[in-house]
């Protein structure tokens, strides 16, 4: 099945709303103490805990509700036999930083106040697009529920271009002229949104945005052209139909890091994405003549290890929703086309601070796996009757650095333990599935379990 995505979007509003939480009446942060208490410790000379660690680790558990777990999992392990607990800080953008992104992102042209209104003739060529896509899906030959699925989500599309075309004006209001001045909402949230001309035919816009509490913040920068890049299909070296190479586009997304003054982040992962517009429902394939983008993303490198960067997923726990002060994790994406830098992203930003244990005495490895049996139907089990086949697969346990919060206001970057693999299950004889993601973290120094959403 296609997964389409607004990424751009989707992240910029997850930021936002992570910082829009009630704050709840009581502290929803276990008690720490103990947890303080072990990293306050002296620091090891060495964990020899590391030393017994397999390469990889199999398993088959069953939970009484029919919820499967398969762990077929590689081990992976940081190049460092240290583990530092680090204190880690929000970041706050100052004015002058603000204006210096704004001089580099539009190149010194004239800004103005950022304008996403389109007018009637933008919306009616996406209308068009849209019921083009229609009418192919009907005469592809994919499964009458594939296409049922994309159809449906075709005519969800179709309905929102239809009403945001009625109050759609004629003509492009007059650009405003801007200053970069952060202005205050109503609830106390500072953001700059302008844009400028950098030669395409649509004004490339930055926004910078940071939460009343200056715990979240977020900078955005696109220069997309029009162009929509919401297809995410399979990566490669290189992309048939294009002149981009992985290695190219890499070497121009870290020099414009540099040009920004981004420092001690790594490479985590690649994607790559297509051009929405003619895309088969069920196709991976990159042979065809689409535009074509990389996504890079990266994470912190802290004392030398990096900060787990990995996909959470919670839709097989039933629970009241939690209300906190949420500080989102840190995510920087950068993507590129052949024109170049076509949209970066960077929020939740945390820069590391003093150092509270040079070497912290970690959970042996058996003791840890312990643990995730125990946790892994508590935080995972969801009983449904209208599901069947649930299954996770686990298909790496990895050891990295993950930023927590031990109390209010107090964050460290300690080591903590993921097991990522695919959820797959079958409902009313349709397979789903959600892949890649981190279905139970636990903490490295005593095994407890942590949300990754909250952070704690």
């Known amino acids: 099945m296609r997964k389409a995505v607004c990424a751009l979007t989707s992240l910029i509003l997850a930021f936002c709303l992570a910082a829009c939480r009630p704050t709840p009446q009581s502290a929803a942060v276990a008690d720490k103490q103990e ?22 680790y199999r398993a088959e558990l069953e939970n009484q509700n029919g919820v499967e777990i398969d762990i077929d999992a590689d081990i992976e392990l940081p190049d460092s036999d240290v583990f530092p607990v680090v204190e880690a800080a929000p970041y706050v953008f100052t004015q002058e930083e603000a204006q210096r992104y704004a001089d580099i992102l539009m190149r010194g042209k004239p800004i103005y106040q950022f304008n996403n209104v389109r007018t009637k003739s ?7 697009r849209i019921k083009k896509e229609m009418e192919d899906a009907e005469k592809k030959d994919i499964p009458d529920e594939t296409r049922r699925l994309y159809i449906e989500d075709l005519k969800e599309r179709l309905d929102q271009l239809n009403e945001e075309n009625e109050g759609a004006p004629d003509t492009k209001p007059e650009d405003v002229p801007a200053t970069v001045e952060f202005e205050e909402d109503s609830f106390g949230n500072q953001s700059i949104a302008i844009q400028a001309d950098l030669g395409k035919s649509v004004p490339a816009n930055l926004q910078i ?5 200056n715990i979240n913040t ?55 994405y297509a051009d929405l517009s003619g895309a088969d429902s069920d196709s991976t394939a990159i042979t065809d003549n689409r535009k074509k983008c990389y996504k890079f993303c990266f994470c912190r490198e802290v004392c030398g290890i990096p900060v787990t960067l990995t996909d959470y997923y919670y839709g097989l726990t039933y629970g009241s929703e939690t209300y906190d002060n949420i500080w989102a994790q840190e995510q920087l994406e950068v993507w590129v086309d052949e024109g170049g830098i076509y949209a970066f992203l960077w929020g939740g930003r945390g820069d590391s601070g003093k150092v509270v244990n040079e070497n912290v005495s970690l959970l042996d490895f058996d003791s840890i796996l312990k643990e995730f049996e125990k946790q892994i139907f508590y935080k995972r089990t969801w009983d449904d009757k209208y599901i069947e086949d649930s299954k996770i697969t686990v298909k790496q346990i990895k050891l990295g650095m993950m930023r927590v919060r031990l109390r209010e206001n107090k964050y460290v970057y300690m080591p903590v333990w993921d097991f990522i693999g695919d959820w797959t299950y079958k409902d009313g004889g349709t397979e789903y599935g959600e892949y890649d993601s981190s279905f139970l973290t636990l903490n490295a120094i005593d095994g407890g379990a942590i949300d990754r959403e909250l952070g704690y």
Request: charged residues 35%.
């Open 218 to 272: 977020m900078i955005s920068f696109s220069d997309t052209g029009g162009t929509r890049y919401e297809e995410n299909i399979e990566a490669g070296d290189s992309l048939p139909g294009t002149t981009l190479t992985r290695r190219d586009s890499l070497a121009r997304a870290e020099a414009f890091l540099r040009d920004l003054g981004i420092e001690d982040m790594m490479l985590a992962k690649t994607e790559v």
């Open 209 to 213: 945005w940071m939460s009343d509490d």
């Open 35 to 56: 947890l303080e208490k072990k990293i306050s410790e002296p620091a090891v000379l060495r964990n020899d805990a590391i030393e017994k660690i397999p390469k990889n």
């Open 122 to 128: 933008d919306v009616q060529a996406d209308i068009i």
